[in-house]
T-cell receptor
Framework: DVKVTQSSRYLVKRTGEKVFLECVQDMDHENMFWYRQDPGLGLRLIYFSYDVKMKEKGDIPEGYSVSREKKERFSLILESASTNQTSMYLC?????????????FGAGSRLTVL | GENVEQHPSTLSVQEGDSAVIKCTYSDSASNYFPWYKQELGKGPQLIIDIRSNVGEKKDQRIAVTLNKTAKHFSLHITETQPEDSAVYFCAGSLGHDMRFGAGTRLTVKP
């Protein structure tokens, strides 16, 4: 089974701080994703990466950046955290098969910005 | 781009009853429709999926139906159990571009 590990389950940061959220997958997948989960809004795509050093903006990239220096690791960066970035962040890795693309999610990182 | 709408946002049923969650999508090119279940403190996990060339798929107590003409698909859970209580997300996708609904919080009362 694919395993996706998010290193921080809960973080509390102050406005203006730089925040790193780390995600590691163990299946040599090319495609990795960062989603933000908010009540009533579902899962919204922030960024995805289809290979090392390659990235694409999702629906809500403003205020975020990403880094993919190694295939197994995909990091989400908040350059200057703001209170409206308080949320649950989910990392996912994609298994591409015959007719199906299955996302495996990490357990999530709940970020509170004070 | 794709837009997926999901209803209801909350659903409460008695144990043993059936539960139905409905989704609509906007992009007729979408060809893959997965359903994810998120239990408390965990990330979403795939429970069932359906491709656009299939009208219905069943896996034990859960089933999914797809109406391509109307662009809607539904999740059916029969004989609900307390462990079915979770948040359920539908999604529509074309390739790796996957869009999720807002989620349905299902509560199964014992």
């Amino acid at each position: 089974d694919v395993k996706v590990t998010q290193s921080s389950r809960y973080l509390v940061k102050r406005t203006g701080e730089k925040v790193f959220l780390e995600c590691v997958q163990d299946m040599d997948h090319e495609n990795m994703f960062w989603y933000r989960q908010d009540p009533g809004l579902g899962l919204r795509l922030i960024y995805f990466s289809y290979d090392v050093k390659m990235k694409e903006k999702g629906d809500i990239p403003e205020g975020y950046s990403v880094s993919r220096e190694k295939k197994e690791r995909f990091s989400l960066i908040l350059e200057s955290a703001s209170t409206n970035q308080t949320s649950m962040y989910l990392c996912a890795s994609l298994t591409q098969g015959a007719g199906a693309n299955v996302l495996t999610f990490g357990a999530g990182s709940r970020l509170t910005v004070l | 781009g794709e837009n997926v709408e999901q209803h209801p946002s909350t659903l409460s049923v008695q144990e043993g009853d059936s539960a139905v969650i409905k989704c609509t999508y906007s992009d007729s090119a979408s060809n893959y429709f997965p359903w994810y279940k998120q239990e408390l403190g965990k990330g979403p996990q795939l429970i069932i999926d359906i491709r656009s060339n299939v009208g219905e798929k069943k896996d034990q107590r859960i089933a999914v139906t797809l109406n391509k003409t109307a662009k809607h698909f539904s999740l059916h859970i029969t004989e609900t159990q307390p462990e079915d209580s979770a948040v359920y997300f539908c999604a529509g996708s074309l390739g790796h571009d996957m869009r999720f609904g807002a989620g349905t919080r299902l509560t199964v009362k014992p």
